[in-house]
């Protein structure tokens, strides 16, 4: 997905503004850009009293991302006391290129770039998860049977049947389906990814979608919607593994918080995490509702109803809101980031999580 769209809704705060309650004045006035320790001019308005008036809110289209969904939609953001922007994004590494300035309070997406952004000295910490073993590995219909078969050596009969190595397409490099399918293929399979396949970057789940479609490649590392959107499609291609039997409790996207809220406003960042494990609880309980939302979000003509409905019943489809939850399997993305130059050197739980927030609930 390429464009960009930007979606506003009414918070608490600007409510009783507008209403004219009592002592809303104060809290609608806005005293400008907080400051930005590390870097960046900030974005988050600062309110007479101290607070945030505005929180910005980077997100992606796809299903690790639901809490925002459900939180937009079904006006969870209201709750807060401020007023939050969301602004959409095709990939992580979209996200890590806009944040160099530091301007987003909140950016959900994947643990992968979020370690990108923290490494280029964005001063921020992982407050919630959004979803763990995430994604699935998909290849053609053709291939699978002899993926069962043979496993690993699947991809050599494949180069010699068809005279070229097997393609995967993906998103970008050093984005979380990147390095869970270098994972997979390395630690799983025991393959090199640069020399017994190819792996191609692709800027967001649209094209893969598109690519799997086209026949343009063999197969992808994706997480929900894509799978069932592209089975609902017809398309011939079907799961061949899973990330929560070779990795179980595999981080996929986060919610990262800058620390001018994280630490700037802790009253607002707990609420904004509290609101986040209700919308979490929402979608579990009400898959449909949820569906909808999502549906609402990304588009019908993207996603239509009863793809989203489908793509609810996934086993790729494991929201969580604790971080803890995706704490063991963290470094193990951390060290591969390193590898692949990425981050600068491996990032350790302390580095990259602040559980305080979340405790705090």
Known sequence: MTDRTTDRRLSRRRYLGAA???????????????????GGNGSGGAGTDGGLDELRVAYMPIYPDMQYFV??????????????????????????????????????????????????????????ANIRDAMQIVAHESFAPTFAERGADAFAAFEEREGRKFTFGTFPPGSVPDILLRFWLEE?????????????????????????????????SIMEPVP??????????????WAGEFMPGQPAAVTLMHDRLR???????????????????????NPDRAAADAVAVIGE??????????????????????????????????????????????????ELFDFGVWDAL
């Not at 995490?273 to 929402?282: C, I, S």
């Not at 996603?303 to 790729?316: C, F, I, V, W, Y």
Request: glycine share 12%.
């Open 71 to 128: 939180m937009r939609e079904e006006g969870y953001f209201d709750e807060l006391d401020a007023d939050v922007t969301g602004k959409r994004f095709s990939d992580g590494p979209s996200i890590v290129q806009a944040s160099a300035k530091g301007d987003f309070d909140v950016m959900m997406f994947g643990i992968v770039p979020a370690m990108i952004v923290m490494d280029t000295g964005i001063p921020a910490r992982i407050t919630a």
């Open 20 to 38: 004219g309650l009592a002592g809303a004045a104060g809290l609608a006035g806005c005293a400008g850009a907080v400051g930005n320790p590390g």
């Open 188 to 220: 799983t399979l025991g393959l090199d990814p640069d020399a017994d396949v190819n792996v191609k970057g692709l800027a967001g789940a649209a094209p893969v979608q598109q690519a799997l479609l086209s026949g343009k490649i063999d197969g992808t």
């Open 263 to 285: 630490e700037g406003d802790r009253e607002l960042a707990v609420e904004f995490v509290r609101q986040h494990r209700r919308a979490t609880e929402f979608a579990l309980s």
């Open 301 to 350: 003509e993207a996603l239509p109803l009863e793809t989203a409905r489908k793509a609810m019943d996934s086993r790729a489809s494991a929201f969580v809101s604790d971080p803890h939850a995706i704490e063991s399997q963290a470094p193990t993305f951390a060290e591969y980031a390193a590898r692949y130059d990425k981050i600068g050197s491996a990032m350790g739980v302390d």
């Open 228 to 241: 069932t959107a592209i089975e609902a499609r017809g398309a011939p291609y079907e799961p061949i593994a």
